[in-house]
């Protein structure tokens, strides 16, 4: 059938966990229906970038958002009850181009990303609509407050009570719903959020595959992500000032590497012969294939971490919080290590360093359970079925 799908994003490269989802659901759903895909973008994609997305698609429709009309919106924000990034994702004069596309193309389905993209298709009711809130974004924001200060930490508090109420007002206006984990399902406040389908994240087995020759280990440690995202920053910024300093006085030699899009000078301050801060890199399979544990001590977010998923597929032995864990599901000390406090965590990083077998079960443990439960495959199946039951 033919399909609209609207994302706030252009969904590549992946660097970032919603055009990751985008991505591999819009190569699954190109299969058996007619893609229309509307992008809204601070920035206009490379020629190079648009040849990876234009053949999954019948017609391809970037919209580049005015920086003076956002900052406008988000003045207006101010007198609104909307979140601020519904503000700032929405104009008018995109909204009558993507309904113009809408009225023209008549497509049977809408598919929605995120719920700042809403505001565009909501009214549409003569076709059904799906809502992929993706993850319960109100609590997302609700522990980014224990970390921000002055104004911001206004700012975030007040953007997590109107995530609250427009996750739960908005609802109504779609037929489908899916999100990301069973976890950020019970965090969307609505009578009838048992409706919602859980569309978990996959991985690409074949990409992301240990390597033969990755016998010589150049870090000890590593942690991934785009760090341009807060609790990704958060992270990382506690592995260095407070877990390594910790491990540097049992063993001085410890290396620990920060690889990820966009670090901020914060964190770039922090390298050292020690700590490695990569930035950008082009094939993160090479960070993942040097290291000899992955830790991803979340202490913010929700939903499905991707960087835990393509660390086990990798076959890296994995420490984590219980955050991250409720929505991953894996088992404590058979896939992965499951940390409850600072000494908790030293304690499990030096056990693995100090033992190649112990890292080499964990690791294949591990690998073996992403096999078995996150295939995107799997995955989008869910979604094909959620959509063309309407």
């Not at 601070?42 to 698609?57: A, F, V, Y």
């Not at 069973?182 to 959020?193: A, C, F, M, P, T």
């Not at 389908?197 to 992301?208: I, L």
């Not at 996150?374 to 199946?381: D, E, H, L, R």
Request: hydrophobic share 40%; proline share 4%; charged share 25%.
């Amino acid at each position: 059938m033919k399909l609209l799908v609207i994302l706030s994003r252009f969904p590549y490269p992946l660097e970032k966990g919603d055009k990751l989802r985008a991505y591999h659901q819009l190569v699954h759903l190109s299969h058996d229906h007619e893609i229309i895909l509307c992008c809204l973008t601070d920035k206009l994609p490379s020629e190079e970038d648009r040849n990876k997305i234009t053949p999954l698609c019948s017609e391809l429709h970037v919209f580049k958002l005015s920086k003076i009309k956002q900052l406008g919106r988000l003045c207006y924000a101010a007198f609104s009850s909307k979140p601020f990034q519904v503000h700032y994702f929405y104009q008018k004069s995109v909204a009558r181009k993507i309904q113009q596309i809408i009225q023209r193309t008549a497509p049977a389905h809408i598919y929605a990303q995120l719920v700042r993209t809403t505001e565009y298709v909501k009214n549409f009711h003569e076709m059904p609509k799906t809502l992929d809130y993706m993850d319960a974004l109100n609590k997302n924001y609700s522990r980014r407050t224990a970390s921000s200060k002055g104004i911001l930490k206004f700012l975030v508090k007040e953007e997590a009570k109107r995530l609250v109420a427009y996750e739960n007002l908005i609802f109504d206006y779609f037929e489908n719903h899916s999100i990301i984990s069973s976890q950020d399902k019970n965090l969307i406040y609505h009578e009838k959020r048992e409706s919602i389908s859980v569309v978990p994240n996959g991985v690409d087995f074949d990409y992301f595959t240990p390597s033969q020759e990755s016998e010589k280990k150049t870090t000890d440690l590593i942690f991934t992500g785009n760090m341009g995202y807060l609790p990704n920053e958060d992270a990382a910024l506690y592995l260095i000032r407070s877990i390594m300093p910790m491990l540097w006085e049992v063993d001085q030699a410890i290396t620990l590497t920060i690889a990820g899009a966009t670090p901020s000078n914060e964190l770039l301050s922090l390298a050292s012969d020690r700590v490695k801060v990569t930035g950008w890199v082009n094939d993160i399979r090479d960070e993942f294939n040097s290291a000899k544990i992955f830790l991803a001590p979340m202490r913010q977010g929700t939903g499905l971490q991707n960087k835990l998923l393509e660390a086990m597929s990798m076959r890296l032995p994995c420490i984590t919080t219980p955050l991250a864990n409720n929505a991953l599901k894996a088992i404590h000390n058979e896939h992965l290590h499951v940390y409850q406090d600072d000494k908790h965590l030293v304690t499990l990083v030096m056990h693995l360093l100090n033992s190649s077998e112990s890292r080499l079960v964990l690791g294949t443990n591990a690998r073996k359970f992403i096999l078995e439960n996150y295939s995107w495959q799997s995955a989008n199946k869910i979604l094909h079925e959620l959509i063309t039951t309407q």
